[in-house]
């Protein structure tokens, strides 16, 4: 299946085997090998990890280590995402906010 990509700008690096459907890659950006990017805003210096999912999620100036999955998050930026992370956007409607957070994390909410 080809990639069907909105816009990838100049200084953009994807991997042949990753698929980009109905998304926004603004350089410069680099994404790994075997990701999955749909419905996303991928923007400037942004780097996906190898394995990475991107869906329906606006991510720039961050960096996602490899099999890292983002899913219906409006905007993240400026952050730094460990491997084997899940973000995903919980549609429950509570105002508090759950968290798993290891060794020497910095936090800002």
Same mark, same amino acid.
């Given at each position: 299946m080809r990639s069907r990509i909105r816009e990838l700008r100049r200084a953009s690096l994807y991997e042949k085997v990753t698929k980009?459907? !109905?998304? %926004?890659?603004?350089g410069s950006a680099i994404i790994g090998e075997n990701c999955f990017i749909k419905n996303s805003f991928?923007?400037?210096?942004t780097s996906v990890g190898d !394995?990475? %999912?991107i869906e329906n999620?606006?991510?720039e100036y961050c960096i996602t280590l490899r099999n890292t999955m983002i899913s219906?998050?409006?905007?993240?930026?400026?952050s730094l995402i460990g491997e084997f992370v899940r973000i995903i956007r919980n549609s429950n409607k509570r105002y508090g906010r759950r968290l798993?957070?290891?060794?020497?994390s910095i936090i800002e909410i």
């Open positions: 980009i459907i !109905g998304s %926004t890659v603004r991928i923007g400037p210096f !394995g990475g %999912t999620s606006s991510i219906n998050v409006e905007r993240l930026e400026e798993t957070i290891g060794d020497y």
